[in-house]
Structures are given as structure tokens and as C-alpha cells.
């Protein structure tokens, strides 16, 4: 793919991620969508959520305080690094996601994988730079 649409993909990323962590940035936002996880969780057919307790608040609001700014740098300077940097993170917490997914069997963890996966996937798909590639004429057959 084209480094420009390469670029649009790592900000699109980017947007996603403020959409989807904002609302774990701070603890009072925090504590509305833990409701809402846990409800959705219930609706597919899972437990509900466990209680955080404050320490447990703390450092789901320090992953989206950090998240958050990793998706405005992204989306203000969109460069193929940052994708690549971007998939993998991803991948990992694809992985941790997973496992907790096995610990736990909680459906509503689907609904992170799966764009998760996604995102580290087209962010790991091949880039080409078309300004940098030169015409190399055929070879003469002799």
C-alpha cells in the first residue's frame, strides 16, 4: 500500500483510540463505562463485571491516560513508525485480552479483540514509498 493511505490508516487508528479510551481516562468516566461493559457483558450472555476498587480504577485510568495521548500523537503526526509501533502494541494487548478471555469466558472481551487484532494487522501490511521507487527499464534480451 501507498505510504499516504498508509498514513490515513495510523490516523483512522489513532481516532478510534480516543473514541474507544477516552472514556477510561479519568475515574468518573471510568465508573460509567464499567457499568456499561458489565451490562453489555450480562446481555451476551456473561457474568457481571467485578467491583474496582480504587487501586483498580487508578491503573485502568493511567492505561487510558496513556493510550490517549499515544492516539492524539498518532493522529497529529501519522507516520508509518508510529503504525508499525501501533501494531504491535496491539498484538499484545490482543494477547492479554485473550488470556483473559480464557480466565474469565467474558463475551464483551470480543468486542476489543476483535478491532484490535484488526487495526495490528492492516498496520503490519507492506508500505511502499511510490516517490522512491525508480523506473527500472526491462531487461534487453540478447
Given amino acids: 500500500m501507498h505510504t499516504t493511505t498508509f498514513s490515513r490508516i495510523v490516523r483512522a487508528s489513532g ?8 472514556p ?10 464499567h457499568g456499561h ?3 453489555i457483558n ?7 463485571l467485578p467491583a474496582f ?3 483498580h480504577v487508578l491503573f485502568g485510568c493511567l492505561m487510558g ?3 490517549l495521548l499515544w492516539s492524539i500523537l498518532r493522529i497529529g503526526d501519522p507516520q508509518p513508525r508510529f503504525g508499525r509501533y501501533d501494531g504491535i502494541g496491539r498484538f ?4 492479554w485480552m485473550a488470556w483473559t478471555l480464557a480466565q474469565t469466558g467474558m463475551p464483551m472481551l470480543w468486542l476489543f479483540i476483535v478491532p484490535e487484532l484488526a487495526w495490528g494487522i492492516v498496520q503490519w501490511l507492506p508500505v511502499r514509498d511510490v516517490a522512491k521507487v525508480r523506473h527500472v527499464p526491462a531487461a534487453r534480451h540478447a
Avoid at 15 to 22: G, R
Avoid at 42 to 48: I, Q, V
Fill in 15 to 22: 481516532i478510534y483510540d480516543l473514541l474507544v479510551t477516552a
Fill in 92 to 95: 499484545g494487548f490482543s494477547l
Fill in 53 to 55: 476498587a480504587p487501586v
Fill in 24 to 33: 477510561f481516562a479519568t475515574p468518573w468516566t471510568f465508573a460509567v463505562v
Fill in 42 to 48: 450480562t446481555a451476551l450472555g456473561g457474568a457481571p
Fill in 65 to 67: 491516560t496513556v493510550v
Fill in 37 to 39: 461493559l458489565s451490562a
